[in-house]
Nanobody, 124 residues
Framework: VQLQASGGGLVQAGDSLRLSCAASGLTFSRYTMAWFRQAPGKEREFVACIRWSGHTYYADSVKSRFTMSRDNTKNTVYLQMNSLKPEDTAVYYC???????????????????WGQGTLVTVSS
C-alpha cells in the first residue's frame, strides 16, 4: 500500500489550498481515509476523515472551513482548505485503514497506512 500526498505550499491567511492523496495497492473504496497534521513542536492531530460510505468527520478547529472528499475512480482523497489561518501551518499527512471503527477515527495509532506528508505554510 502506498499513499502519496501532494498539494502543500506557502499561502497567505485567508487563501485556499487543496491537498490530494493518491492511493495504490489497496481496495480503495473499502477504506476509511483521513488527514492528520503536525505542527512544529506539537503532536500529530486529527483533521478530517471520510468513511467508505462517504460520511465525513472533522476536527472542530477546521469544521466549516475544510472539506474532505473522495474519488473512488481515481483512488484519491482531497482536502479543500478555505479561509486558511496561520495556525493551520503544519505538515499534513494522509492515512488509511480498512477496518477502523467509528470510535477510533480520530486516533492516529488506529490507522495502518500513512503517506509521506505535505507541508502547508500559512503566513499572516
Amino acid at each position: 500500500v502506498q499513499l502519496q500526498a501532494s498539494g502543500g505550499g506557502l499561502v497567505q491567511a485567508g487563501d485556499s489550498l487543496r491537498l490530494s492523496c493518491a492511493a495504490s495497492g489497496l481496495t480503495f473504496s473499502r477504506y476509511t481515509m483521513a488527514w492528520f497534521r503536525q505542527a512544529p513542536g506539537k503532536e500529530r492531530e486529527f483533521v478530517a476523515c471520510i468513511r467508505w460510505s462517504g460520511h465525513t468527520y472533522y476536527a472542530d478547529s477546521v469544521k466549516s472551513r475544510f472539506t474532505m472528499s473522495r474519488d473512488n475512480t481515481k483512488n484519491t482523497v482531497y482536502l479543500q482548505m478555505n479561509s486558511l489561518k496561520p495556525e493551520d501551518t503544519a505538515v499534513y499527512y494522509c492515512a488509511g485503514d480498512q477496518s477502523i471503527i467509528l470510535s477510533s477515527i480520530r486516533r492516529s495509532d488506529a490507522y495502518d497506512y500513512w503517506g509521506q506528508g505535505t507541508l502547508v505554510t500559512v503566513s499572516s
